[in-house]
Each structure stands twice: as C-alpha cells, then as structure tokens.
C-alpha cells in the first residue's frame, strides 16, 4: 500500500512540474530571450570614462577622464580649438588627485583634487590644474580658479593613438610622469613628491 501511494504522490508532482511547464515555461523563456538580446543590443559609449592611476612612491596618483576616439576626425584646430580652454577629454571635465604634497616644475601643489585643463596650439600648449574639477567640459571654468599653469611643447607620438588616453610613469624614486596622448601628439609634466 505504501508503495501504490508514493507512485501516486510521484505522478501527482510530475503532474504539477510538467503543468507549471506548461502554464509559465513560455513566459520564462520569453524573460530570458529578452534579458539575452537587451545585453547584446547595448552600444559602447563612443567616449567611455576611463581612469589612470599609478604608485609614484608612497603617492597615489589618480586620473579620471572621458576618452574620445579620433575616428576618422580632424581633431588639433578641429574637435579640438587651438587657443582654447579644453577639458582634455569628452564630457565632464578631466580630473586629477594627488594622494600627497607634490612638486611640478618647481611649484608646490597641495595633494587634493584638481581640474585638469590645457590649451592647446601647435606650438605650445599650456597646461592647467584648477580647483574647479566637477563640470560639464570646460563650461564653468574660471582662470581666478587656476592652482598652477606651464607652457610645454608637444610632442610627435611615432604611431596614431586612436583614443585619448592618460599614462602615470615612475620615472625615479619619488618622481613621475603625466602624458596626455591622442592622435599624432602627446603632452605632459613631471612632478615629484614633497
């Protein structure tokens, strides 16, 4: 007796498996179907936000900045005017934080957060930390508010440097190196910690 009444409880649960199956299978499936095409069908962004951090010493150094891609553009005196305040990437402004004191061409700079804003030419670019760093490109930006400026030259990168991209270098015990490249050219600055 006890075994004619687990084959019944085994085919009443079957019984209810296969209905539930059968009610809310297609449902469940039509969910995964969607989730599935939703994730494939996401574009990248054409200017993701990317970071640059490295160790210069004990000094944590951090670069957060939208990276545009060339594609196809004429990008110096084009996307991007000579003689013009720049975010140096796309979207919200370029920001850098210094873990500690720090010394750039011989200025003090305090550790914190900072815009990071250049103005580009040909010929020479000038670069510029802020203490404005949360906004939209450049629309806010403020010389009143500048921490540090320096004039630099740029420089011929030997290969296209499709997206706008920031590297820290340790360049000795203590010291470092920001570079700035996209396209044909790349700046930059040294700095060393106080």
Do not use: C
Request: hydrophobic share 40%; proline share 5%; net charge positive.
């Amino acid at each position: 007796m006890q075994a004619t009444s687990m084959n019944t409880r085994i085919k009443s649960i079957a019984w209810l498996v296969w209905l539930t199956g059968l009610l809310y299978g297609p449902e469940v499936r039509a969910q995964h179907q969607h989730q599935a095409t939703a994730d494939t069908t996401k574009s990248k962004p054409k200017s993701p936000r990317l970071s640059a951090m490295a160790m210069i010493g004990s000094n944590h150094v951090h670069i957060d900045y939208g990276s545009p891609s060339v594609r196809g553009r004429s990008i110096w005196n084009g996307l991007v005017a000579d003689n013009q305040v720049w975010a140096t990437g796309a979207h919200k402004a370029t920001w850098i934080d210094f873990g500690q004191d720090v010394r750039i061409q011989g200025k003090s700079v305090a550790k914190g957060k900072y815009g990071f804003f250049t103005i580009p030419n040909d010929k020479e670019w000038v670069l510029i930390l802020s203490k404005d760093w949360d906004m939209h490109l450049a629309d806010d930006y403020t010389p009143a508010n500048d921490v540090l400026r320096l004039s630099v030259k740029p420089a011929r990168n030997p290969n296209l440097v499709e997206a706008l991209t920031y590297a820290i270098q340790q360049t000795g015990p203590g010291r470092g190196r920001v570079v700035v490249s996209w396209e044909w050219l790349n700046v930059g600055f040294d700095l060393e910690n106080n």
